[in-house]
């Protein structure tokens, strides 16, 4: 048993719109034995037996191959429960008879994911071996990991609540840094600091003192006090405040070296030394009688209250403080990091001394119903719980925080005050606010030890993001065989002349505001991550490709608008997994499934397996096609829908029975006069999605009327230059439906000898490159092909030999040149070409191939050639007449 490959989907994917772990397992190892299983269900622990009992239930089932299959399954998504993530069940699918399967197993922590489902192989294999591995240690430690990596409390909470109102998010890093949208609407979070948090607001919180300085300028209650050099210093000041004191770091957070009701000059001292741990300035102030309260001002509103207390133990009159602190510890909801809603409780120097007060140590046993404290102040960090107040906090104390949060200049702040009581003014109780905090935990108020829980991540929120904004920006996803790097810079045309930065991703590179940043093939989803994270961006168009969509799931949520082009035969099959051209077409819609509510799916009404994608959409559906009277677009109108088509030589937009023209086909340069039936079709999809966006039929018209088909617009898609007389096409073309689309286009151009510069991708199915072959072969009279450099799994001289056997018979008007190479293999055919001549080149390394054919193709002579129809056609495998 051994897994065969691993993928992570970290976006919508063929089996799921959450996140999985995609797993193929090699079964080839004898069945697990009833005793072997007997061995493994008394390993389990009691909260296993319990997520696993249907496993036990079925146990007959598991006494197969399928049911060993079944049995990582289930037991990676119990060991990601006992860990703390919320999962919905695995699915297993069998692959091959008795051998390989699929497992589908959600995570919300990828790595914690990955190692349960390591656990549940060393499991398995430990049952065989007799070596079983101690559960309790393996998932205790996986528990730990799991707190260690997944989003704290307070940033979980943000997260939660921006996703209940549909903004989307991504973490950015290992800890708590999260951005909240997309692009130029897109906030950043980093716990409960926000973007607009200031970093001189965070300055002054961090200084004490000038903090203190500064309310009471503005008259908030603060304590008396002044800064100290060294211990004895501290003691003097003591002394001159008067008894008890607090003693802290004068810059600081979380409660973090701070020491107080300190009585005695020895307290006073070691309190001194503890907080010159964090830094060398120390503060010592007046102690303020009181309970210790924690006030949250969010956006200049008081949003959550919470009275502080001290961390405590209560005896039982049989274990020692130490043991009591230890059993507490064990509880699971005290973690590491602020991981979960209370710390571990500690038992230091400064505990230690806070049990001296009382008498006791570490090693005493108190008696039964006896509270121990641990420490004076009442900091979560420190092992401190939380009780809710917001409902009883007096008006003019929730005021005077809120001017306390405003005269720091901090957007969110915790300020601590220390009063006999909350529900009457600090002028009245003799409290006063001793610190205000940036980015000050959540955690007391998400989870209150008692009181109501208060939805402070929806504050947060609310602040960041008014009413009605969900931080996203316009995204148009384009999916399909044929035609989509096209579509997807023509819809990025419309947008950018309407006024909108766009980000782009295609075969092509990473382009923002047409200005391109990365280079290569970017079609997939860390490209797509790429565009949406970038704070320059007002609307995204994303070449969607099927790989991409595999190896990873989708880079984004959902979109405004998903555009298939066609389902194409032949292509990508037998990669991947996807075996049929119904599989294929399965994974071209899933951003059909992704459109948003309010969004609209563009399909290609003449082809049958995009049409049928329409049940998937929860937005509305544009067809588009070039035929007006097809079966789909007309029932598709008779019940009210739109769909874009052709009428009369101009492209119309339909809405149920209104029809409204948008440009003439003869004014649209990309379609050389709409001889180009494909351009046609790439353009009719544009329209569709530019309408969809809400674009004016008025920019729709300007925009496709400017998008023209030459190398700087849309370089390698049906580039058409002219080269000593004759024409030369440049098409990235690699697919049989791309050369049949080719051939129809050609067909309506003007020549005498049709020539190809071709290769065939090796990871494509033998079946696919001889029908490629084929195509070629009967179309063509001079055929130059090469084999790429990188055959990707194929001998040397295999894909020629295909290409060759594909081709058909020898015929006398017909010749195939084989070349060293694709830029040889142009150059030749380059210098082949006589007037009259048409040659396709198929260019593979568009860039490279580009360049060497402009450094032949120079003008004047390169002048793009008008197309006309051919007075006659000619037969496929004879020499055309010359054209005039």
Known sequence: MRTDSIRA???????????????????????????????????????LAAMTQAIWDRSEASESHHGEATLIAE????????????????????????????????????????RALKLACDLLAGVRTGQLVDLGAATGELRRFNQSVRLGPSTGAIVRAAEARGIPTRRLNDGSLVVLGHGARARRIWAA???????????????????????????????????????????????????????????????????????????????????RLQEDTILVERHVEGCDFRLLVIGGRLISAARRVPPTVVGDGQHTIKELVEIENQ?????????????????????????ATQGLGVDSIPAAGQSVSLRKNANLSTGGSAIDVTDVVHPLVAERAIDAAATVGLDVAGIDVVATRIDQPMEVTRGAIVEVNAAPGLRMHLDPSEGTPRPVGQAMVDSI???????????????????????????????????????????????????RIDTGDCSGPKSARAVLGNPRVDAAVLETARGGILREGLGFDFCDVAIVTNVGEGDHLGMGGIETVEELARVKAIPVRRVSAHGAAVLNADDPLVAGMADLCRGSVIYFGRNPDAAVLSNHRDKGGKSVTVRNGSIVLCSGKDERPVARLTDLPLTHGGRIGFQVENLLAAVAAGHALGLSLDAIRTGIGTFASDLDTVPGRFNVLSHRGAAVILDYGHNASALLALREAIDKMPHRRRKIVYTAAGDRRDADILRQAAIIGDFFHDIYIYEDQCTRGRADGEIMRMLRQGFGPERQERR?????GELAAISAALASLKPGDLLLCQVDQVELALGHVKEIVRQPDSRVPTLHAPKQKAPAAAVPAAAG
């Open 75 to 114: 037991l990676t998504a119990a060991f990601e429960r006992v860990a703390g993530c919320e999962i919905c069940p695995p699915s297993v699918h069998e692959l091959v008879p008795g051998g390989k399967y699929r497992i589908l197993v959600e995570y919300q922590e990828e790595e914690v994911g990955r």
């Open 465 to 515: 993001f008014p009413r009605g904004e969900n931080g996203r920006i316009p995204i148009v996803a384009v999916a399909g065989t044929n035609g989509k790097t096209t579509t997807t810079r023509c819809v990025a045309h419309l947008l950018q002349r309407s006024g909108k930065r766009v980000g782009m991703t295609c075969t092509d590179g990473i382009y923002v505001g047409g200005r």
């Open 193 to 275: 600091e926000t973007d607009r948090t200031s970093a001189i607001a965070e300055s002054i919180a961090q200084d004490k003192e000038l903090t203190k300085s500064l309310l009471a300028a503005v008259g908030v209650p603060v304590p008396e006090g002044r800064s100290v050099d060294s211990a004895a210093e501290a003691w003097q000041a003591a002394q001159e405040i008067g008894v008890p004191v607090v003693v802290k770091p004068r810059n600081g957070n979380q409660g973090r070296g701070v020491s107080v009701a300190l009585r005695t000059r020895e307290a006073v001292m070691a309190a001194y030394d503890y907080a």
């Open 331 to 355: 509880n699971p909801e005290r973690g590491e990091d602020h991981a979960t809603s209370l710390s571990k409780l500690r038992l230091d120097e400064i505990g230690r001394e806070m049990l």
């Open 816 to 820: 195939i040149l084989q070349q060293s």
């Open 9 to 47: 989907l970290r976006g919508p994917n063929l089996w799921s719109d959450d996140t999985l772990l995609e797993v193929i397992l090699l079964v080839d190892s004898d069945i697990l034995t009833p005793a072997m299983l007997g061995s493994l269900r008394g390993a389990m622990t009691r909260d």
